[in-house]
């Protein structure tokens, strides 16, 4: 099953959006790479391995982020990682992790996640 990765520069959000996907889709891998080692506001790089590592499975690793130095802190650890399997979506942060998990649990591959996320981003909510 692919896992999934929450990149948040709140520890809080990351966990809060971790229990609200776990409701949904309850069997799926989540991950939360939220905040800082000390607890505090911003993004870790280590925090960020981490959460892949803690998922990641034959299947692969989507990573989403909340915004701004999230994505360019995943995109440095996705570059030295260098892992077809583990991607970085351009998606809304809540809706992202919804559609991730519940298509992880049902047995989506990572591209056609990774695909749905993208159709995710360009959906208006109004």
Sequence with gaps: MVGTVLVSHSPALAEALADYVKMMAPTAPVACAGGLEDGSFGTSYEAIETAIDTVDGPDGVVVIVDMGSAALTAKMVLEDRDDARVR???????????????????????????????????????
Aim: hydrophobic content about 55%; overall charge negative.
């Design 88 to 126: 970085l979506a351009d998606c809304p942060f809540v809706e992202g992790a919804v559609e991730a998990t519940v298509r992880a649990q049902a047995g989506a591959g990572l591209d056609d996640i990774v695909a749905a996320l993208a159709e995710v981003a360009a959906k208006s909510k109004v």
